[in-house]
């Protein structure tokens, strides 16, 4: 939402500004100034149809095809959209807020190398562009180079335009680069001034004061973080990720306080996903803890889905694949949440997946899809499981589509990445892959996927007949192998 808000301030700043007096408006002008009043009123798809007729009668009218692709846009066709911008720029090649949105839209479809001209272009043209500061600071960061998203995002961070996204970018920048203490200092001031700060601000902070060795208040940040975002499995992977004995150190302190608090429900499901998170399946006895406390949850509030849903996933990870579905099912009963409803509608197919039953997979993980595509912020972890089912079933066409649809969703979602980038290889189209296996092996969080990014780039450099970067490959695979 907060592109389409970018793009159609930056539109209405251009239209009025290139904008002709009435006196001398053609038939063209006419019709362009009924397709806006059609995009004013919501009628978007009839605006975008108006538009495109001005470019057919009048190809030289600029701000036809500016407006066309703010349509599509707000229609969810970036290709279109981006030939539309790109039509307007052959008219009007000094545009730095062309530049900038069509750059902002190509990083927000995931097409860094691309994005990264022309945002260079707009704040070569107008060094005052906000957002394509923004924007490009973050595709440096992204492709390995904090040095110059700090210098790009700093100023900008210092000066009074800065907001809370600005000062984010930079954080995560400065975490990328080695300062951890700054990045702290920044995002401890983001979270203070607003709890309900994004899901990636709790996570950056966090891996701040872990890379300060301040674990206490890593850990701390993981569980306020959970309060606002329950359903986030990332925080539970992030807080495992932390060095053994401090998680050991931690979970314990909090078992001790379950000794004394009986009854605290919140406690016992928090503590009993962070066993199974940490564990899987290596320690029986971690297990064993974890599922007591996750029963004796269900027990005390029998109408908690969320209880259910954790109490499920332990069981799962005990491979008791019939109790765990059955959990599931009881959380599917009592869910009030659309969000965690798609959860356990994912899981529920996945333990169909388990017993053969594809067609109640089939419908749980559909069923799980149509929810997750009427929020407003989707949850990529949950769709990513029917696409393994769709792989397994080898129904090519529908999980090519559904990697589209997820990357649509977030574009720089790390494990869809790496299969777009698996694909382009088994397509012989190697070039493609690299800049989405290197984006994956320089950001993902999950030491499992880095590693397999390192392998498919040992492979693609090999196939690109670069033999040093695929030996720098292979030696970080050969380093981190006891990860």
């Not at 592109?3 to 290139?18: G, P, R, W």
């Not at 203490?181 to 995002?187: F, I, S, T, V, Y």
């Amino acid at each position: 939402m907060r592109l389409f808000v970018v793009l159609l301030f930056i539109a209405s700043s251009i239209c009025a500004a290139q904008g002709t007096p009435a006196a001398s408006r053609t038939d063209p002008q006419r019709s362009f100034a009924a397709a806006e009043e059609l995009m004013k009123a919501g009628k978007v798809s009839e605006a975008a149809r108006a538009f495109e007729q001005v470019t057919r009668q009048r190809p030289e009218f600029a701000e036809a095809y500016f407006a066309l692709g703010i349509a599509d846009v707000q229609l969810g066709k970036p290709a279109e959209a981006a030939t539309a911008l790109r039509s307007y720029l052959k008219l009007e090649p000094d545009s730095s807020d062309g530049h900038a949105v069509l750059g902002i839209l190509l990083f927000n479809d995931g097409r860094l190398a691309e994005a990264q001209p022309e945002l260079v272009e707009a704040l070569r043209l107008d060094g005052t562009e906000i957002e394509a500061v923004k924007t490009l600071g973050r595709i440096y960061n992204l492709k390995g180079e904090p040095a110059k998203a700090i210098a790009l995002l700093r100023p900008l961070a210092a000066s009074r335009a800065a907001d809370d996204e600005t000062r984010t970018a930079l954080a995560s920048a400065l975490l990328s680069g080695g300062d951890a203490a700054a990045a702290d200092k920044l995002l401890d001031g983001i979270l203070a001034a607003n709890p309900h700060s994004p899901l990636q601000t709790y996570i950056l902070a966090a891996r701040a004061a872990n890379e300060n060795h301040d674990f206490p208040k890593a850990f701390a940040i993981c569980e306020r973080g959970t309060k606002v975002y329950p359903n986030s499995e990332r925080l539970d992977a992030l807080a495992v990720s932390f060095p053994e004995a401090a998680v050991i150190e931690r979970t314990t302190q909090r078992i001790e306080w379950l000794k004394t608090h009986l009854r605290d429900v919140d406690e016992m499901i928090a503590v009993g996903r962070i066993i199974v998170a940490d564990d899987k399946g290596k320690r029986k006895s971690s297990l064993d803890l974890a599922r007591a406390l996750l029963a004796r949850a269900v027990e005390l509030e029998p109408e908690n889905a969320s209880a259910w849903y954790f109490y499920g996933r332990c069981l799962a990870a005990q491979l008791k694949a019939e109790e765990s579905g059955d959990a599931y099912r009881k959380g599917l009963a009592c869910v009030r949440d659309d969000e965690l409803k798609l959860m356990l509608l994912g899981q529920i197919g996945f333990t169909e997946t388990h017993f053969s039953h594809f067609d109640a997979a089939d419908a749980a993980f559909r069923e799980s899809l149509e929810l997750n595509r009427k929020l407003e912020h989707h949850v990529p972890e949950s769709v990513f499981l029917y696409y393994q089912f769709l792989v397994l079933r080898e129904r090519d066409a529908e999980r090519h589509a559904l990697l589209d649809e997820i990357l649509r969703w977030e574009p720089l979602f790390p494990p869809a990445l790496l299969e777009r980038a698996k694909d382009y290889v088994a397509r012989e189209q190697p070039q493609k892959g690299l800049e989405d296996a290197s984006l994956v092996a320089r950001n993902a969080e999950d030491p499992e996927l880095q590693r397999s990014a390192h392998f498919l780039l040992v492979k693609i450099y090999g196939m690109l007949g670069r033999s040093a970067e695929a030996q720098a490959h292979a030696d970080w695979i050969k380093a981190h192998h006891a990860l």
